[in-house]
Structures are given as structure tokens and as C-alpha cells.
T-cell receptor
Framework: GAGVSQSPSNKVTEKGKDVELRCDPISGHTALYWYRQRLGQGLEFLIY????????KSGLPSDRFSAERTGESVSTLTIQRTQQEDSAVYLCASSFYGTNNYEQYFGPGTRLTVT | ELKVEQNPLFLSMQEGKNYTIYCNYS?????LYWYRQDPGKSLESLFV?????AVKQEGRLMASLDTKARLSTLHITAAVHDLSATYFCAVDMGDSNSGYALNFGKGTSLLVTP
């Protein structure tokens, strides 16, 4: 079946511009996660959605970052006034939520380069 | 703060040899995950270990979990070149604010040479 998809796959933007990253989770997965992977680093958790609700947004790196999810499906991560330190691969993952349903399935990621 | 530490971070090994990657974590958890990442690719789930003493095997890879020692191992048997990749272990936070969000180690970059 279809996996997690993300778009765009690559995005090059100028410093100061806004960008929007999109994630389409696996159908029926109620939990959705955003992570960031900087070059040569491990993954950093950003935000979690259960359904359309994000209980805690404190993992977002700054107030320039925002995320939303609609219809318990698509999620967008928006970065305003991008900075060079925002350059990274942004990965989205989805899963069922509940006892014994922990496995997360990752999308291919969006590589963001801020020049 | 939950910390996940892997070692080694870099591993070069010859084909046919055996080796173990170690993953230590700092908090009580019964759930430990191993992922593989090829260069420029996303993460592929290898194992989900859900209880103390859990052992799972897939091909030349075997993962185990000791929750009392807060240690997981990924053992590679008779390595082949196709296993060259970066391997991440992760522990989930398991709370209402972050769901089962994963806290990752820095990854072990494995290179298998002839």
C-alpha cells in the first residue's frame, strides 16, 4: 500500500522567505510526527499530532515554526523568515496509536536548503 | 532529559566478520527501536523491541533488549557489503504530550569492506 509521502522532496529558498512542507501520512494512521535531521546528526523530534491536535508545541525550534493537521490526514510544517540554521532534512512519520501499535513509518523527507 | 547513546559512531568492518553495536539510554522504557538509513534516503524500521529480554532476528541482524541495564544491542553476523548504512536506535517518550515520539541516538555509520 501507499506509504508516507512528503513534498517537495527538495526545496532551496533564500534567507528570509517562508516555506511550507507537506506530509501525507498512511491512511488510517491517527498519530503523525515531524522530525528534523541536520547534516550528519541524529533526528530531533519537533511536534506530534494525535488526530488534528498537537498537545505540545514546545519542541518546535522557534516561533518561526508552526504546524497544523487537517482532516486527520495531511499535515503542513511552515517555517517563516527562514534562516540558514533551518537547513536540514525534515522527516514526517505516522503510526496507529494505541497499545502495541508503536511502529512509526517514515516518509522520504524534504531536504531544505536556505541560502 | 532522555538521552540515547550509541557506540561506536563509526564502524568499518570486513565482510564475513561479526560485530555488535551498543545502545544505552537514560530512562526507564520498555520500547526500543532500531532503524536503518541509507545515504540520502529515509529511515527503514528494522526492529521494535517491546519488553525486557526481547530478541528479534532478521537475516544477519539480531537485536536484543535489557531494560534493567537500559541497553540494547544490534549484532551483525558475517557482514556483507549490503549492510553498509547508518543504524539508529531510539527510545520513545511515551507521554500524552509527545505520544510515542522517538528520541534517537546519533547513529552508527557502518561500512563493510571486502
Amino acid at each position: 500500500g501507499a506509504g508516507v509521502s512528503q513534498s517537495p522532496s527538495n526545496k532551496v529558498t533564500e534567507k528570509g522567505k517562508d516555506v511550507e512542507l507537506r506530509c501525507d501520512p498512511i491512511s488510517g494512521h491517527t498519530a503523525l510526527y515531524w522530525y528534523r535531521q541536520r547534516l550528519g546528526q541524529g533526528l530531533e523530534f519537533l511536534i506530534y499530532f494525535q488526530g488534528n491536535s498537537a498537545p505540545d508545541k514546545s519542541g518546535l525550534p522557534s516561533d518561526r515554526f508552526s504546524a497544523e493537521r487537517t482532516g486527520e490526514s495531511v499535515s503542513t510544517l511552515t517555517i517563516q523568515r527562514t534562516q540558514q540554521e533551518d537547513s536540514a532534512v525534515y522527516l514526517c512519520a505516522s503510526s496507529f496509536y494505541g497499545t502495541n501499535n508503536y511502529e512509526q513509518y517514515f516518509g522520504p523527507g524534504t531536504r531544505l536548503t536556505v541560502t | 532529559e532522555l538521552k540515547v547513546e550509541q557506540n561506536p559512531l563509526f564502524l568499518s568492518m570486513q565482510e564475513g566478520k561479526n560485530y555488535t553495536i551498543y545502545c544505552n539510554y537514560s530512562t526507564t522504557s520498555d520500547r526500543l527501536y532500531w532503524y536503518r538509513q541509507d545515504p540520502g534516503k529515509s529511515l527503514e524500521s528494522l526492529f521494535v523491541l517491546l519488553s525486557n529480554g526481547a530478541v528479534k532476528q532478521e537475516g544477519r541482524l539480531m537485536a536484543s533488549l535489557d531494560t534493567k541495564a537500559r541497553l540494547s544491542t544490534l549484532h551483525i553476523t558475517a557482514a556483507v557489503h549490503d549492510l553498509s548504512a547508518t543504524y539508529f536506535c531510539a527510545v520513545d517518550m511515551g507521554d500524552s504530550n509527545s505520544g510515542y515520539a522517538l528520541n534517537f541516538g546519533k547513529g552508527t555509520s557502518l561500512l563493510v569492506t571486502p
